[in-house]
């Protein structure tokens, strides 16, 4: 959420920051209209306060006086009665300016490219090789049910369209990546690892940005009820769309200690997306799913170091792709593209061969204090008295289903196998080639 004190004093800049990424940026005339009956309210209600205490000191002297204080009760009730009415107007005017931040997005840093969509986004650096095939490269739902390692039929049957079940080798390697890339940010990136639930409440969600907004890109469980847009409770639960809600909210109301640097998780969970506005999209495969797996990870900084972190989470998200021989490009998102709490986003993007292109494996985003705005997070700056709040950060580290199609596309053979990365070899027990798979039945 953007600061109240920051909009007021920079309305021109928030409106065009605002309409750089798409936004309406109409909506700052109605809190300019706010704001001014909301301070306009607040002062003349201390002027009347003032006036009854004035009032008050009338209303003793007269009664010692032995005076009829009758006058001085009636223009103390109604200066009561008025102030009251102030009161009740600025607190409207101030649910309304609330409301009306909560609905604006995060503004783009200076570094951010102005753009439209994803076309305008500016390639940043490229690395690996394009794998040249000397047959024809096949898509990753065709390997896998080749393979007999993806059934999407049957997910289909158990629980509808966009989710798929894993066999054998195929379980085997997403149990893998998920290890691998655990072992890797915890050992050599220096993340600690967190398992949260992956059940939210509402507040949880509000934090991180995706309520009221976006709810129905999200699951909600009916188990207290149906979801009320602005009725934000602690009981009631939400299927999490990545782990950075429920990481992000491990802090939610607390003052944290950032004295000895960032703090960093890493967290492996499931994740549930209703993609309710992808219809017609990548209806084939693994790509955007109802439910999948992610490692996701998450840093809380001071703000003098975000952009740094920043730097380096993305790092050490592209890290796992070099490491695994997946080619990647890095990509800055223009204004139009990010997200709707980032203030700047990376997405690396791995390429696979059998669909001929580059697709979105991860997405790096620095919050600035937009979330811990939201939620409440705060730090102590060292010889403050005051507390501020942090900088948060989050990343894919990576997403695990779609590291693992770009595996089967890049390491397809002719025969119709596919080779394990060397990096994985350990973590599948020594298996080196995936071949095709007897349904059931131990290999």
């Given at each position: 959420?953007?600061?109240?004190?920051?909009?007021?004093?920079?309305?021109p800049?928030?409106e065009?920051?605002?309409?750089?990424?798409?936004?309406d940026?109409?909506?700052?005339?109605?809190?300019?209209r706010?704001?001014?009956?909301?301070?306009?309210?607040?002062?003349?209600?201390?002027?009347?306060?003032?006036?009854?205490?004035a009032?008050?000191?009338?209303?003793?002297?007269t009664?010692?006086?032995?005076?009829?204080?009758?006058?001085?009760?009636?223009?103390?009730?109604?200066?009561?009665?008025?102030?009251?009415?102030?009161?009740?107007?600025?607190t409207?005017?101030?649910?309304?300016?609330?409301?009306?931040?909560q609905?604006?997005?995060?503004?783009?840093?200076?570094?951010?490219?102005?753009?439209?969509s994803?076309?305008?986004?500016v390639?940043?650096?490229?690395?690996?090789?394009?794998?040249?095939l000397?047959?024809?490269a096949?898509?990753?739902?065709?390997?896998?049910?080749?393979?007999?390692?993806?059934?999407?039929g049957?997910?289909?049957?158990?629980?509808?369209?966009?989710?798929?079940?894993?066999?054998?080798?195929?379980?085997?390697?997403?149990?893998?990546?998920?290890?691998?890339?655990?072992?890797?940010?915890?050992?050599?990136h220096?993340?600690?690892?967190?398992?949260?639930?992956?059940?939210?409440?509402?507040?949880?969600?509000f934090?991180?940005?995706?309520?009221?907004?976006?709810?129905?890109?999200?699951?909600?469980?009916?188990?207290?009820?149906?979801?009320?847009?602005?009725?934000l409770?602690?009981?009631?639960?939400?299927?999490?769309?990545?782990?950075?809600?429920?990481?992000?909210?491990l802090?939610?109301?607390?003052?944290?200690?950032?004295?000895?640097?960032?703090?960093?998780?890493?967290?492996?969970?499931?994740?549930?997306?209703s993609?309710?506005?992808?219809?017609?999209?990548?209806?084939?495969?693994?790509?955007?799913?109802?439910q999948?797996?992610?490692?996701?990870?998450?840093?809380?900084t001071?703000?003098?170091?975000?952009?740094?972190q920043?730097?380096?989470?993305?790092?050490?998200?592209?890290t796992?792709?070099?490491?695994?021989?997946l080619?990647?490009?890095?990509?800055?998102?223009?204004?139009?593209?990010?997200?709707?709490?980032?203030?700047?986003?990376?997405?690396?993007?791995?390429?696979?061969?059998?669909?001929?292109?580059?697709?979105?494996?991860?997405?790096?985003?620095?919050?600035?204090?937009?979330?811990?705005?939201?939620?409440?997070?705060?730090?102590?700056?060292?010889?403050?008295?005051?507390?501020?709040?942090?900088?948060?950060?989050?990343?894919?580290?990576?997403a695990?289903?779609?590291?693992?199609?770009?595996?089967?596309?890049?390491?397809?053979?002719?025969?119709?196998?596919?080779?394990?990365?060397?990096?994985?070899?350990?973590?599948?027990?020594?298996?080196?080639?995936?071949?095709?798979?007897s349904?059931?039945?131990?290999?």
């Amino acid at each position: 959420m953007l600061d109240l004190g920051f909009v007021r004093a920079n309305l021109p800049l928030v409106e065009e920051k605002l309409r750089s990424r798409g936004a309406d940026a109409s909506v700052l005339a109605d809190f300019a209209r706010l704001d001014a009956e909301r301070r306009t309210a607040i002062t003349e209600a201390e002027t009347l306060k003032a006036q009854r205490n004035a009032l008050s000191e009338e209303f003793a002297q007269t009664k010692r006086a032995g005076g009829d204080v009758a006058d001085v009760s009636r223009r103390s009730g109604e200066l009561k009665e008025r102030t009251a009415s102030l009161e009740a107007t600025a607190t409207a005017a101030d649910d309304k300016l609330r409301d009306l931040l909560q609905g604006l997005p995060n503004l783009p840093h200076e570094s951010v490219p102005a753009g439209k969509s994803e076309h305008d986004n500016v390639l940043v650096k490229s690395w690996g090789e394009i794998p040249t095939l000397d047959f024809p490269a096949k898509p990753h739902w065709e390997l896998g049910e080749e393979l007999g390692i993806l059934d999407f039929g049957r997910a289909a049957k158990i629980s509808g369209s966009r989710f798929v079940v894993h066999f054998g080798s195929g379980a085997r390697l997403e149990r893998a990546l998920a290890n691998f890339m655990l072992d890797l940010h915890t050992r050599e990136h220096g993340y600690a690892e967190v398992l949260p639930p992956t059940m939210v409440n509402s507040k949880s969600l509000f934090g991180t940005g995706q309520l009221p907004k976006f709810a129905e890109d999200l699951f909600h469980c009916d188990d207290k009820g149906p979801y009320v847009p602005g009725q934000l409770q602690d009981s009631d639960h939400w299927l999490i769309p990545t782990a950075e809600v429920p990481v992000t909210n491990l802090f939610r109301d607390e003052t944290i200690d950032l004295s000895s640097g960032a703090i960093s998780f890493a967290a492996f969970t499931s994740c549930f997306r209703s993609e309710a506005g992808s219809y017609g999209k990548d209806v084939r495969g693994m790509i955007r799913q109802h439910q999948f797996q992610k490692v996701e990870l998450v840093k809380f900084t001071r703000p003098e170091d975000s952009f740094a972190q920043h730097e380096q989470l993305t790092r050490d998200a592209e890290t796992v792709l070099e490491k695994l021989g997946l080619p990647y490009r890095r990509m800055l998102l223009c204004t139009g593209d990010m997200g709707f709490s980032s203030a700047k986003t990376y997405d690396l993007e791995v390429w696979l061969p059998g669909q001929a292109t580059y697709r979105e494996i991860s997405s790096c985003s620095n919050f600035e204090s937009f979330q811990a705005r939201r939620a409440n997070i705060r730090y102590k700056p060292a010889g403050e008295k005051k507390s501020e709040f942090v900088h948060t950060l989050n990343g894919s580290g990576l997403a695990v289903g779609r590291t693992y199609l770009a595996i089967l596309e890049n390491y397809q053979q002719a025969d119709g196998s596919v080779r394990v990365p060397e990096v994985l070899q350990p973590y599948m027990g020594g298996e080196t080639v995936i071949t095709k798979q007897s349904l059931g039945r131990a290999l």
